[in-house]
């Protein structure tokens, strides 16, 4: 049998309705923007398999780092020990992340490290003897998949089975020109002396459709909520790491955040890690000579070496001149094809935010996740071997840095090819 045909007896793939959905790909090897499958036929990934994958795949010097540490440390508990790469790590990262960030604490993927934020927020304020328990976060948020992440994620058909078990949350609309005003007074009469945080995916809303909106009124929203002492938590998981252009979404504003999470990018999509970093004062509020004040979280793989190393390891190549160049350039193909794509009657609300593009396929029903044009899109860019995983009608580019202006061209010239074919 086919490595597809092995997996269609024995796996349970994510977002995938299992009796209708085509035979998955199988795929033995990567190499840059390149996914091959077990005949040797090429799939560009033109939204790195996930998000996750900023500097293309198998990359070499990420290998080598891994394979070294493999013969040092594999893992150690990290409860009462420590190790060099999660040092390490944390030492070079906490410098260049927005606002006065302190402290790492280590998890296994995106939903985890927001877990961790809302935990420490909560926590924070019962340490302190403030009964603080609302939390704020934006309409058509998503945050992840666990039950934590689910409840401060707009209720959706991502969490409509589970909506009872979610515990409540404010939710706002993003701001715009015309509504800030508005969000500020919805602020207020939350009583905001009760509110204990508000999540954000700053900048880009990623599955509730790549929304996109104006870091001017954020900023004005972020220093509302900052006057009233509402800790501020920047879900940086999928716009960390260049995805909005500049290294992280929140340089994009002058209001500092309390905590940032980080996964998707954090390795460079070569294996799973969650980061929650937090300033001086939240961790300043768990210290205490009561174990009643401990942060009660963790789990096996907590900093995992091989895991820290492979992020020192994408950082370095982030950190390079050439890694900011290609972000520019990608940014700048995608706003030469945003031009053309305005004389293209099928497309709408072209919008960029970095080297991420997005737009609406125009069909007769509502946009949405669950638009049944999303399974034609799927399929047709998977005959084209490009990897575009649409949400709902919404089609969107998300590569690795490293992508030519070639490889973009063809990718380019396909959606076109779909749009008019419509």
């Known amino acids: 049998m086919t490595l597809s045909e092995r997996d269609q007896q024995v796996i349970w793939h994510p977002y995938t309705q299992m009796q209708t959905a085509p035979a998955p790909v ?11 499958d077990e005949e040797g036929n090429s799939y560009l990934d033109a939204t790195s398999s996930w998000w996750v994958n900023i500097h293309g795949h198998a990359h070499p010097y990420i290998a080598k780092q891994l394979a070294a540490q493999a013969t040092e440390l594999q893992h150690c508990i990290f409860a009462g020990y420590t190790h060099p790469p999660a040092v390490n790590l944390a030492e070079r990262l906490l410098p260049i992340l927005p606002g006065h960030q302190q402290r790492v604490f280590y998890s296994d993927n995106g939903s985890t490290a927001v877990e961790v934020a809302l935990k420490m927020c909560i926590q924070y304020w019962h340490n302190k003897g403030e ?3 609302k939390i704020l976060a934006f309409s058509n948020s998503y945050h992840g998949d666990t039950f ?3 409840s401060v994620s707009s209720r959706s058909v991502f969490t409509r089975v589970f909506d009872d078990f979610l515990f409540d949350v404010h939710f706002i609309d993003t701001p715009t020109k015309d509504n800030i005003a508005a969000l500020k007074a919805q602020v207020d009469a939350l009583h905001p002396s009760e509110i204990a945080a508000f999540i954000f995916e700053p900048l880009v809303q990623g599955a509730g459709g790549m929304l996109m909106y104006e870091a001017d009124v954020f900023d004005e929203l972020l220093q509302h909520c900052h006057q009233h002492q509402i800790m501020l938590i920047a879900d940086e998981i999928m716009t960390g790491f260049g995805r909005t252009g500049r290294n992280f979404a929140m ?3 002058s209001t500092p955040p309390d905590i940032i999470c980080l996964s998707k990018g954090l390795t460079g999509g070569s294996i799973a890690l969650g980061i929650t970093t937090c300033t001086a004062e939240i961790y300043n509020a768990f210290l205490s000579d009561s174990k009643l004040k ?3 979280h963790g789990h096996s793989f907590t900093a995992n070496p091989m895991a820290c190393v492979i992020a020192l390891a994408s950082l370095d190549i982030f950190l390079q001149p050439s890694c900011k160049e290609n972000r520019v350039r990608v940014e700048e193909q995608h706003r030469q094809f945003a031009e053309r794509l305005k004389s293209t009657p099928k497309i709408k609300n072209v919008r960029i935010q970095g080297t991420i593009i997005a737009f609406e396929i125009v069909t007769d029903t509502e946009d949405s996740y669950i638009n049944q044009l999303g399974d034609y899109l799927h399929k047709f860019f998977k005959e084209k071997r490009i990897m575009l995983r649409p949400l709902g009608n919404t089609l969107y580019i998300m590569a690795p840095y490293c992508i030519t202006n070639e490889q973009l061209d063809m990718v ?3 959606i076109v090819e779909c749009a008019e074919g419509l």
Not at 26 to 36: K, M, S
């Open 294 to 296: 401990t942060l009660f």
């Open 148 to 150: 934590g992440a689910m």
């Open 131 to 133: 009964k603080r328990t």
């Open 412 to 414: 380019y010239k396909s």
């Open 26 to 36: 199988g795929i033995v090897r990567g190499e840059g923007t390149l996914l091959y």
């Open 251 to 253: 340089e994009n504003v």
